[in-house]
């Protein structure tokens, strides 16, 4: 089997501090690859055009595996629809389009399974992309990573590059985002039911110091036993009980970030184009991967699981009057099996995992 990368590869990973960036990140480094190349906000932003054609113009990269979004939960998908789309499209369009111009081969690029529409047929393979109407609370995001895929399969069909679309189901891992508001529904409930614990406990010591590391709404941690507990109540945070969103029956399907890191890196060094479509096709199309567990879970469950794995005995209540999301959305991983990957790390040891990361972080 063909291999494009060697150590002294020149790659960008954009998004590199992420979720899925840093993983890539560690697992390059721990590969022994010397030649990475990552840019903070702070030092690039990939909303500025000028800014990441600069970039492009002075690094020169070889390979450039794009990792980097604007993302969150429903609610914040479903609040700021515009910068979720009008974000997603800029960065695309300025890393994508500077990858082309100049010269970039290979190009790795990390959708998501929301682009799929919100009924789609279960387990969702690749051709159900664009068969139905998407998922209404977080349809902005979903259709800029659709025109993402495109432009890479588009790209490739007209101009012979290798650009290759990866959609991962839901990831979860080190370095995660643990804010109240604007997270996953994984790490928001690792994070919610150990404070609940904490306050259960009467453990303000480390309510303090996980709000010293973690700031919820400007509070740090500083305020008075009464102000923290209003202000986590707000959040469904109770000393004797949370309150999560929705009905807890949505199934979904979660993988550990660094099989995700795994996977991308496989598919970049051993997938080519034209392996993801029947030779002498008429209409190319849908040669994007999906990239799952193939397993799911109810949301009930999960959270059933996270509070054995943290000790937890206080009551889980469901506020059904808050959206559930899409009901069910396991992706299809035949094409990924097909093409020699599989998973290796299962829901339970990932969220025992996590929350290790969590306390230690």
């Known amino acids: 089997m063909k291999t494009k990368l060697n150590?002294?590869?020149?790659?960008?990973?954009?998004?590199h501090r992420g979720l899925v960036g840093s993983a890539i990140w560690r697992q390059l480094?721990?590969?022994?690859?010397?030649q990475l190349i990552g840019r903070t906000h702070a030092e690039l932003d990939l909303l500025d055009p000028v800014a990441v054609r600069e970039f492009f113009d002075s690094e020169q990269p070889e390979v450039v595996i794009l990792a980097a979004a604007h993302v969150g939960g429903i609610l914040a998908n479903n609040t700021?629809?515009?910068?979720f789309i009008y974000q997603n499209l800029q960065i695309q369009q300025n890393v994508i389009g500077e990858s082309f111009r100049h010269g970039v081969q290979d190009l790795l690029f990390l959708g998501s399974s929301c682009i799929y529409p919100r009924e789609a047929k279960q387990p969702i393979t690749e051709d159900e992309l664009l068969t139905g109407p998407l998922e209404y609370t977080n349809e902005p995001y979903a259709i800029a990573k659709i025109?993402?895929?495109?432009?890479c399969e588009s790209l490739n069909l007209q101009y012979g590059t290798n650009y290759i679309a990866v959609m991962p189901t839901n990831l979860y891992g080190p370095n995660d985002n643990f804010h109240l508001e604007n997270s996953h529904v994984l790490p928001a409930m690792i994070r919610k039911i150990y404070l609940s614990k904490c306050l259960g406990l009467g453990d303000w010591a480390a309510?303090?110091?996980d709000?010293?590391?973690r700031p919820v709404a400007g509070e740090s941690g500083t305020g008075s036993e009464a102000e923290l507990s209003a202000l986590l109540a707000r959040f469904g945070i109770?000393?004797?009980r949370i309150e999560l969103w929705g009905s807890g029956k949505p199934l979904r399907e979660f993988l550990w970030s660094e099989d995700m890191a795994a996977a991308s890196l496989y598919v970049l060094e051993h997938v080519d184009f034209a392996d993801l479509y029947p030779?002498?096709?008429?209409?190319?199309?849908?040669?994007?991967?999906?990239?799952?567990s193939g397993h799911e879970l109810s949301i009930r469950a999960l959270a059933e699981l996270i509070a054995r794995t943290i000790g937890y005995e206080g009551e889980i209540r469901w506020d059904s009057t808050k959206p559930d999301g899409t009901m069910r959305k396991l992706c299809s991983v035949d094409k990924l099996h097909a093409l020699g990957w599989r998973h290796s790390v299962e829901i339970e040891e990932g969220v025992a995992r996590l929350y290790e990361w969590y306390l230690a972080h």
């Open 7 to 15: 150590p002294s590869t020149k790659i960008y990973v954009a998004g």
């Open 29 to 34: 480094e721990s590969r022994g690859f010397t």
């Open 80 to 83: 700021y629809r515009g910068d």
């Open 147 to 151: 025109a993402g895929l495109k432009l």
């Open 207 to 209: 309510v303090r110091a």
């Open 211 to 213: 709000l010293k590391k």
């Open 238 to 240: 109770h000393a004797d």
């Open 279 to 292: 030779e002498g096709s008429k209409e190319i199309r849908n040669c994007h991967i999906n990239i799952g």
